[in-house]
């Protein structure tokens, strides 16, 4: 399994989002700047994510793009199934009806099981604790959301 650059990208901007949480909106320009991804393709992350009501926007002169949760209250999950749609490594998993031996597939059991457990990580993840390790990472004082 590999998440497409769809999420990968999608993770990065909501991350730069939830690093700026409650300092007002964000130029897309300097969010493409500081992520490192073109504003057209920001532009394709953006109306999904905005639509599934994790970020928003304000227009004017001092409009951009905010969160419009608490970063606390977002996981990677939901940024994750936004973009990518289901995380299960095979098909059957998320239809059954879709193999004749779903029902006596040993191997299917264990796609479900390791399906599970990414969607499990993936929930228990959220956007304020990944704020936390990336402030680690950079020897950066704790961020407090």
Same mark, same amino acid.
């Given at each position: &399994?590999? !998440?497409?650059? @769809?999420? @990968?990208?999608?993770?990065? +901007?909501? &991350? %730069?989002? =939830? #690093?700026?949480?409650?300092?007002?909106?964000?130029?897309?320009?300097?969010?493409? $700047?500081?992520?490192?991804?073109?504003?057209?393709?920001?532009?394709?992350?953006?109306?999904? !994510?905005?639509?599934?009501? +994790?970020?928003? /926007?304000?227009?004017?002169? /001092?409009?951009?793009?905010?969160?419009a949760k608490?970063?606390?209250?977002?996981s990677l999950? %939901?940024?994750?199934? #936004? +973009?990518?749609? /289901? &995380?299960?490594?095979?098909?059957?998993? %998320?239809?059954?009806?879709?193999?004749? @031996? =779903?029902?006596?597939?040993?191997?299917?059991?264990?796609?479900? %099981?390791?399906?599970?457990?990414?969607?499990?990580?993936?929930? =228990?993840?959220?956007?304020?604790? &990944?704020?936390?390790?990336?402030?680690? $990472?950079?020897? +950066?004082?704790?961020?407090?959301?």
């Amino acid at each position: &399994m590999k !998440l497409s650059t @769809r999420g @990968r990208y999608g993770t990065r +901007l909501v &991350m %730069d989002l =939830s #690093v700026h949480y409650g300092r007002g909106p964000i130029l897309l320009k300097d969010i493409a $700047k500081r992520t490192e991804i073109t504003e057209k393709y920001l532009w394709q992350l953006i109306a999904p !994510l905005k639509n599934a009501g +994790l970020i928003k /926007s304000t227009r004017g002169a /001092s409009g951009g793009y905010e969160l419009a949760k608490n970063p606390k209250q977002i996981s990677l999950k %939901d940024v994750i199934y #936004v +973009l990518e749609g /289901s &995380m299960c490594i095979v098909d059957c998993v %998320d239809n059954s009806d879709c193999c004749s @031996r =779903s029902e006596t597939c040993v191997s299917r059991d264990i796609w479900v %099981d390791i399906s599970e457990k990414i969607t499990q990580t993936l929930e =228990s993840t959220n956007f304020a604790d &990944m704020v936390e390790k990336f402030k680690s $990472k950079q020897n +950066l004082p704790a961020y407090s959301i």
